[in-house]
């Protein structure tokens, strides 16, 4: 191996672990090129291709640009980001700068918040998004459908419940060790 290979391994290397650190996801990155000032808007303003090589080094798997594109309208879809009123200018929504803010919910004193759930077969994937939910808000895992976390994010987690239409599927509880 050459030295300049050698060297353009670590250069990369070491720009891959700086973005991962900074952002969390490929939507995340997207999310945060609508931020005026931000390094991924002035990336994606002045050099798009290499805020484009970015999102892709992003990925702990290897994504396609299709893969990308569907993320973008993903977030369109899902309201995180609208346009003005010429349509041609994206922004980032309230909804979408939530997403961008880091969830740290309070420890609870004496008290644990319990999620039960019973989420038809036919909604699957809600159930799935559900979980991953519970383990990003640091639930526990009880039972199958019964997941149980010592920190207060009943708030996040109602909103996240009514969006997704799951409240008659879902209940949340606090409650105390006897």
Known sequence: MSDRTYFGTIKFMSE?????????????????????????????????NQFFNDLEKLDRIKINKKAIRSTYY?????????????????????????????????????????VIFDIPEKDRSKRRQLRILLRELAFSQVQKSVWISTFDSREYLKSEIKQNKLE???????????
Do not use: C
């Open 168 to 178: 008659n599927f879902v209940q949340v509880f606090e409650a105390h060790r006897i």
């Open 74 to 114: 993903r977030a369109v879809k899902n309201g995180l980001i609208e346009f003005s009123a010429n349509g041609k200018n994206p922004r980032l929504t309230n909804k979408g700068q939530s997403k961008l803010m880091p969830f740290s919910p309070e420890k609870l004193e004496n008290s644990s918040l319990m």
């Open 16 to 48: 891959y672990d700086r973005l991962g650190k900074k952002y969390r996801s490929p939507l995340h990155y997207i999310l945060a090129g609508l931020i005026p000032y931000t390094e991924a808007n002035v990336k994606l303003t002045f050099k798009p």
